[in-house]
């Protein structure tokens, strides 16, 4: 089956143009990969956004000389479509000679031209290069996983059942730097780090936690929909009193794509991860 992604600059040559042109952006529906995990709109068993950061921002001011800045996007959990990320950064590459008049018209025009796309309201919060240096690099939260002793032979087929529970009652904050996955049309790596934080009557072996993200290496899929998989697989396995699964993507094409998905309403963690 085509994927819903082929008809994107996914994988194809493309001009560059200058001028503002929101048509450039693309959106690719989530309900097919929802069907594919066993979800329905509107019957979602997590809340959550996609948090974008676009490094690679420019325009012109109305004197004519450059500006540039960092954006944060909030894309919700829940929005009818993804933005396909290739066509983001042409889209974005559009404002590099065309004015407007500062930070907050910038904002407005990405708010309303994601909103469309998305089919969901959209926030765009705009930084100076001096604010995000002042913010710093942050480590992720919990227990690193990473240095378990632990063997590994399956690289593209993630399975939820190899994931286990050991007895008892487990609250805990775990996280990993070994996950990697592959953009599904161009075969391109995407590397990440990843946090589960759980509450529940039984305890996750954090071995067959650690197998199971190694098991993305070669996984198709893009961010959000890996996400996705892993919060489904630990919900169906824990049955938790709260759970919340999220990761930070490196940086591609001056996009980083960090996708949070959680059985509560929570505030979503923001700061850069060394590797992006």
């Known amino acids: 089956m085509q994927h819903p992604a082929e008809h994107s600059p996914l994988g194809k040559s493309t001009g560059y143009a200058t001028r503002y042109d929101a048509s450039l952006l693309f959106g690719i529906e989530r309900r097919v990969k929802w069907e594919e995990l066993g979800l329905a709109s509107g019957q979602l068993p997590y809340t959550g956004v996609d948090l974008w950061t676009a490094y690679e921002l420019s325009w012109l001011l109305p004197s004519g000389k450059p500006a540039v800045a960092v954006a944060h996007i909030e894309i919700p959990a829940d929005s009818p479509f993804i933005v396909e990320s290739k066509s983001f950064k042409l889209y974005l590459n559009t404002f590099n000679q065309t004015c407007f008049s500062g930070f907050a018209e910038v904002a407005a025009v990405m708010e309303r031209d994601l909103a469309v796309v998305t089919g969901a309201a959209v926030r765009v919060r705009l930084e100076t290069l001096e604010q995000v240096t ?55 790596p995407d590397w990440g780090s990843v946090v589960i934080e759980y509450s529940a009557q039984q305890t996750l072996c954090r071995a067959s936690l650690l197998r199971y993200l190694v098991s993305f290496r070669e996984h198709q899929d893009f961010h959000e929909q890996c996400v996705e998989r892993i919060f489904l697989d630990l919900h169906h396995l824990l049955q938790p009193e709260h759970l919340k699964v999220y990761a930070r993507y490196v940086r591609r094409g001056g996009l980083d794509i960090n996708p949070y998905r959680s059985t509560v309403d929570t505030v979503w963690a923001t700061g850069r991860l060394a590797r992006q």
Do not use: F, N, W
Not at 160 to 183: D, F, K, N, V, Y
């Open 134 to 188: 002042a913010t710093g690099l942050v480590t992720m939260p919990g227990l690193c996983i990473d240095g378990l002793d632990v063997a590994m032979d399956q690289y593209s087929k993630p399975d939820a059942a190899m994931l286990q529970c050991i007895p008892g009652q487990g609250q805990e904050q775990l996280h990993s730097h070994l996950l990697r996955s592959l953009c599904p049309v161009t075969g391109q």
